[in-house]
């Protein structure tokens, strides 16, 4: 296969987090129940007018400030003219001519290499319905219709799917971080459009694009962008390039390729006009100003104070930053004193997996960082060893008690008298181990390590032991 550029443009839905629908009084909530959420404008019945959502409006203006996004004056909305049945009203109130934000960036991160991403727009609209279809009928759930939609949309700057991907999860992160949505993906609360097309290394025009509609799954766009890439260049290299049309596919998941749904001669014109049932608006200055103050510690910032600040590996700072009650957890217990690496240790290994094993989120979660300050702080002055934590943290989970509960049955031997004359009555008890020790068979230091640790029950403190064993044996 031919060495050739890949040319890759997304569009990213988002679906936002508010009390009632962008234009209705219709709870925006996700519901299993079709048809719950629903008011008489979701359903196009006549006579029904919409009316604008503020809190969505201050919510997209604070992704376009985040986006570093050029702001209009106005604020006004389109209507986007096409029927299908999940469309009760015939059009989509989006934005066309004026979104929210335009000419924006970001940088995110890649194996460790940043790079900033173009953002060509920013726009909030209406989601339409869902169709639910089985064999002879389909159904329709106004549950989604009318519930405040972010489209994202690229410049065609990214380079491979490992860039696309890392910009879709660095995104859902910041929608999160920013409490406009909870981008769930399990609740399809994020989908995307994908655009990708080929060029010869040094090739100053873009080649012919092909967009994938709907790709519901990150993994699903690392897919459908590689297979796109391969059957691009393939065709390129069999001479047939003009094969490549400016079309439209949609992905299949169960063979991992891409589908043609329709070329550009079957492209939909939607009549784009203003809406005339929502007057415009003007943003004012001193609106903005106050939305910029509710912008958050975005997750790159914070992983940057981690590895700077606090000592972090990447690795760690990944994690972490991965949810934001990870790293508002992980923020929390440093506050509260605890070493950072501690803390992160204790995060990133326990605490995760036992969130994954019980289908748990640390809102639900016993032990709170204060709890957990109470076991590190025992390590730290040496009263309990690290396997005794261990067993506090499992106990304190299992039985949900405080873990001060078993702190005083969980105590270190740390006095050394007390420890001297148990190590001189083992010692006394072994007289042909210490000959063998003394003889060369030197890995016999543990065996009354272990010694020590059998008659205090694992509570004498490791550190003291083989200070002391070291003094009498050497």
Not at 93 to 105: A, L
Not at 408 to 436: G, Y
Request: hydrophobic letters at 35%.
């Amino acid at each position: 296969m031919g060495k050739y550029k890949a040319v890759i443009g997304l569009e990213m839905h988002c679906e936002m987090q508010s009390n009632s629908k962008v234009f209705s009084s219709a709870r925006n909530s996700y519901n299993d129940n079709p048809n719950a959420n629903i008011r008489p404008l979701d359903m196009a019945f006549p006579g029904t007018l919409p009316t604008v959502n503020i809190e969505c409006i201050r919510k997209s203006l604070l992704m376009a400030l985040i986006l570093n996004c050029q702001i209009p004056k106005y604020m006004y909305f389109d209507r986007k003219n096409y029927y299908y049945p999940d469309l009760p009203k015939g059009y989509q109130i989006t934005q066309m001519h004026e979104p929210v934000g335009v000419n924006g960036h970001i940088t995110i991160d890649v194996d460790g290499q940043s790079k900033e991403v173009l953002i060509h727009d920013i726009h909030l609209e209406e989601d339409s319905a869902s169709l639910d279809h089985y064999s002879t009928i389909s159904l329709i759930d106004y549950n989604r219709s009318g519930v405040p939609l972010l489209e994202l949309v690229t410049e065609p700057c990214l380079a491979s799917s490992k860039e696309a991907v890392a910009f879709l999860e660095y995104m859902r992160r910041v929608y999160q971080y920013a409490n406009v949505s909870e981008a769930d993906t399990k609740k399809g609360q994020i989908r995307c459009d994908v655009n990708v097309s080929i060029m010869d290394e040094d090739a100053k025009e873009l080649g012919t694009k092909v967009e994938i509609k709907n790709v519901n799954s990150f993994a699903n766009v690392a897919t459908a962008i590689e297979y796109e890439i391969k059957r691009q260049s393939e065709l390129k290299d069999a001479g047939r390039y003009d094969e490549v049309e400016q079309e439209t596919r949609r992905f299949d998941e169960e063979t991992g390729t891409t589908i043609r749904m329709r070329g550009k001669v079957d492209a939909i014109d939607y009549k784009y006009y203003v809406e005339p049932n929502i007057p415009k608006f003007k943003i004012e200055n001193s609106w903005l100003e106050e939305i910029k103050k509710d912008i958050p510690i975005l997750p790159r910032e914070r992983k940057l104070n981690y590895q700077n600040n606090l000592g972090l590996s990447e690795y760690d700072a990944n994690i972490i930053i991965k949810e934001k009650d990870y790293a508002d957890y992980f923020e929390e217990c440093v506050q509260l004193g605890i070493d950072p690496k501690v803390a992160a240790n204790y995060l990133t290994g326990p605490i995760i997996a036992y969130l994954n094993k019980e289908g748990l989120t640390l809102k639900d979660f016993y032990l709170i960082p204060a709890y957990l300050k109470e076991i590190t702080e025992e390590v730290a002055k040496g009263t309990i060893s690290s396997k005794q934590a261990k067993d506090i943290f499992n106990k304190s989970l299992e039985e949900k008690l405080e873990p001060k509960n078993y702190l005083s049955d969980n105590k270190q031997i740390s006095d050394e008298k007390e420890l001297e004359e148990i190590i001189n009555q083992i010692l006394e008890n072994n007289p042909s181990q210490i000959t063998e020790y003394q003889n060369g068979k030197t890995n016999l230091f543990q065996y009354f390590v272990g010694q020590v640790m059998k008659e205090t029950k694992g509570k004498a403190n490791p550190n003291i032991v083989r200070d002391i064993l070291n003094k009498k044996l050497n």
